[in-house]
């Protein structure tokens, strides 16, 4: 139980552009949504916070304008960089919390993450 | 606002030697605490966690990390490793309280932890 997926695992864009990633909760309902960024060698940098049918709230230095996030259902939250330049490429990955699976662990489950790669 | 720190950027050992990775972290309050890992071209996985009770908290793959309130500790170890074990090693903390919408998992910086054949 507690899977969450990403699509794709892998894209490769030029600049200027734009980019959908999804995470998906596939056997449970997530609540609210993590969205991270891991750059090659580094740790994860947490991006925002999304609770379903609410606005994300974003860290600080993080561009809402940039990096675009919905949470229209409670298994589905969707991160677009937009107009996407090379310094944005970077691993983003989700994760996903159920307060019922969570549990006093405040546990989050964790997507595969999604490679961008910006040309 | 919470805070991890990992000390140790990479560690190299040979096989069977045993293993401890630092984790400190900052926040006064109550505080779920995990380690993952993740292996060369992986996704993370949950190596342990902790929330209260016993101290001393066992994982997978014989991993096993003892929390130190008075230190803001949590440590990992490993009494012999394997080649197998290679991997980054992140230290994370919630420090939000259960249940709240708010709370939120932190990492540090992470360990890159090489193991000799």
């Known amino acids: 139980g507690a899977v969450v997926s990403q699509h794709p695992s892998w894209v490769i864009c030029k600049s200027g552009t734009s980019v959908k990633i999804e995470c998906r909760s596939l056997?449970?309902?997530?609540?609210?949504m993590f969205w991270y960024r891991q750059f090659p060698k580094q740790s994860l940098m947490l991006m925002a916070t999304?609770?379903?049918?609410?606005?994300?709230?974003?860290e600080q230095g993080v561009e809402k304008d940039k990096f675009l996030i919905n949470h229209a259902s409670l298994t589905l939250s969707t991160l677009t960089v937009t107009s996407a330049h090379p310094e944005d490429s970077s691993f983003y990955i989700c994760?996903?919390?159920?307060?019922?699976?969570?549990?006093?662990?405040?546990?989050?489950?964790f997507g595969p993450g999604t490679r961008l790669t910006v040309l | 606002a919470q805070s991890v720190s990992q000390h140790n950027h990479h560690v190299i050992l040979s096989e069977a030697a045993s293993l401890e990775l630092g984790c400190n972290y900052s926040?006064?309050?109550?505080?779920?605490l995990f380690w993952y890992v993740q292996y060369p071209g992986q996704h993370l996985q949950l190596l342990l966690k902790?929330?209260?009770?016993?101290?001393l908290v066992k994982g997978i793959k014989g991993f096993e990390a003892e929390f130190i309130k008075s230190k803001f500790s949590f440590n990992l170890r490993k009494p012999s490793v394997q080649w197998s074990d290679t991997a980054e090693y992140f230290c994370?903390?919630?420090?939000?309280?259960?249940?709240?919408?708010?709370?939120?998992?932190?990492f540090g910086s992470g360990t890159r932890l090489s193991i000799r054949p």
């Open positions: 999304s609770n379903e049918g609410s606005k994300a709230t974003y």
């Open positions: 926040y006064g309050g109550t505080v779920n």
């Open positions: 994760s996903a919390r159920d307060f019922l699976l969570a549990g006093r662990y405040n546990e989050q489950f």
């Open positions: 994370a903390v919630n420090a939000g309280v259960a249940y709240s919408s708010a709370s939120k998992i932190i």
């Open positions: 056997d449970f309902q997530a609540t609210t």
């Open positions: 902790y929330f209260s009770g016993d101290p």
